[in-house]
Antibody, heavy 122, light 109 residues
Framework: EVQLVESGGGLVQPGGSLRLSCATSGFTFSNYNINWVRQAPGRGLEWVSY????????YYVDSVKGRFTISRDNAKNSLYLQMNSLRAEDTAVYYC???????????????WGQGTTVTVSS | SYELTQPPSVSVSPGQTARIACSGD??????AYWYQQKPGQAPILVIYKDSARPSGIPERFSGSSSGTTVTLTISGVQAEDEAAYYC????????????FGGGTKLTVL
């Protein structure tokens, strides 16, 4: 069974840091591009970041550039999101989501984790 | 910046057909995807590449594209289809990003 399991969320003060993890199983992780997507309370989905299968290509939404860093360890079948200088507006459920295989620019996301909650508040 | 526009809500009675539109200037050039999300759950892909249906998704879900608008159609709506539906596509006008529509809450009356 294909699975993505996020962890690492929690309550953090503004300006603080968190590192999210996404553990995967049931597929060849190193063959897939992966994303982080977030959803603020009562709001819609927002794409946050993308990393290609080999880590050679990385993208971020403008609002997190310079604060968040996406990375992966193909040997451990895991994805990460280092979040620094956190703001109240970063409060959300964070999902990792796998890109459709073999689709480069126009990929959608066919498998999602259950999400981990990040709350930024003093 | 590039946006995808969806109606906030659609309501239908059981057995009727629900249509949810999503408009965006770049849709003729980039695939659209549709996700279903029920409260407290992660999104599920229901349509990919404008009109393809993943395995395990009921045949009553279909997608179509015409110009700058893509449409998710749910034929013979069932109570279990009540959920939020999001369209998603790609924006490469400035830098790469995936873009979501604001979401449509489907209510089954």
């Amino acid at each position: 069974e294909v699975q993505l399991v996020e962890s690492g969320g929690g309550l953090v003060q503004p300006g603080g840091s968190l590192r999210l993890s996404c553990a995967t199983s049931g597929f060849t992780f190193s063959n897939y591009n992966i994303n982080w997507v977030r959803q603020a309370p009562g709001r819609g989905l927002e794409w946050v970041s993308y990393i290609s299968s080999s880590s050679s290509t990385i993208y971020y939404v403008d609002s997190v550039k310079g604060r968040f860093t996406i990375s992966r360890d193909n040997a451990k079948n895991s994805l990460y999101l280092q979040m620094n200088s956190l703001r109240a507006e970063d409060t959300a459920v964070y999902y990792c989501a796998r890109d459709l295989y073999g689709v480069q620019i126009d990929a959608g996301m066919d498998v999602w984790g259950q999400g981990t909650t990040v709350t930024v508040s003093s | 910046s590039y946006e995808l526009t969806q109606p906030p809500s659609v309501s239908v009675s059981p057995g009727q057909t629900a249509r949810i539109a999503c408009s965006g200037d770049a849709l003729p050039r980039h695939y659209a995807y549709w996700y279903q999300q029920k409260p407290g759950q992660a999104p599920i892909l229901v349509i990919y590449k404008d009109s393809a249906r993943p395995s395990g998704i009921p045949e009553r879900f279909s997608g179509s594209s015409s110009g700058t608008t893509v449409t998710l159609t749910i034929s013979g709506v069932q109570a279990e289809d009540e959920a939020a539906y999001y369209c998603q596509s790609t924006d490469i006008s400035a830098t790469y990003r995936k873009v979501f529509g604001g979401g449509t809450k489907l209510t089954v009356l």
